[in-house]
Every structure is written in structure tokens, then in C-alpha cells.
């Protein structure tokens, strides 16, 4: 296993829950538009199941991981959801949950980029 790339990998949930923050808002949005379909970004699982691992080397020694771009999940659109007689399958209720999660998992994010953040400046002032 390679090294764990923690700042990138955090940088790119972040991406994402921004993306879906944005999809969700979207989808709140156009509650009322008849015919409007929910859309969700695909789970960040997948994302990272997709990285694009290539390596590249210049030097003996250096190797470039990247992650993929976050950007490409957008908009998958949803299919579990209740359609209503005008054609809409917005549920508020299931997009307030979604944006709770956002926030949670963003705060959660936030909170270990820190924690590292501080752990990293520890061991370099000694």
C-alpha cells in the first residue's frame, strides 16, 4: 500500500460535498418545477474506487497519484425516489437529510485537516 495522501483526499471530500451541497440546493430549488427530477452525485466511495492511479515518474523516486476529477460525478440522477402527479421527485425531507449529512461530513472533514494540520506543526517545531 502507498502513502495516504491525507490533505488531497480530504481536499477532494470536500469537492464533493460541495458538489452535493450544490445538487441538493438545486433540487430544493425546484421542489414545485413539475417534471424536475432529483439529482445526487454518485458516493464518494466510487470516486475513489475510479482515482485515477497512474504514476508517473521523472526522477527515480517520484511518483504523481492522482485522485480524478470530482467534477465528472455530477448529476446522476436519482431513480429510488417517489415521483409525484406533476412529475417531480423532490423530497424535501429526503434532501434536508441530505444536507445535514453535507454539513456533518464537512465539519468532520474540517476537524481532522486541523487536528493533522496541528499534529504536522507539533512534530516540526519539536
Not at 433540487?27 to 418545477?33: D, G, L, Q, R
Not at 476537524?111 to 512534530?123: A, E
Request: no cysteine; glycine share 8%.
Amino acid at each position: 500500500m502507498g502513502p495516504v495522501h491525507l490533505f488531497e483526499l480530504i481536499s477532494q471530500r470536500s469537492e464533493w460535498l460541495s458538489l452535493r451541497q450544490s445538487l441538493v440546493a438545486g433540487n430544493v430549488a425546484n421542489a414545485n418545477t413539475p417534471g424536475f427530477k432529483s439529482k445526487d452525485v454518485i458516493p464518494f466511495e466510487a470516486v475513489l474506487n475510479r482515482a485515477n492511479l497512474e504514476q508517473t515518474m521523472t526522477q527515480q523516486g517520484h511518483v504523481k497519484i492522482g485522485m480524478g476529477n470530482v467534477a465528472d460525478t455530477e448529476g446522476t440522477k436519482k431513480t429510488d425516489s417517489m415521483v409525484l402527479h406533476s412529475g417531480n421527485s423532490v423530497s424535501l425531507e429526503g434532501e434536508l437529510l441530505k444536507a445535514g449529512e453535507a454539513s456533518r461530513d464537512h465539519r468532520l472533514a474540517n476537524t481532522v485537516m486541523k487536528s493533522f494540520h496541528r499534529m504536522l506543526l507539533s512534530t516540526t517545531r519539536g
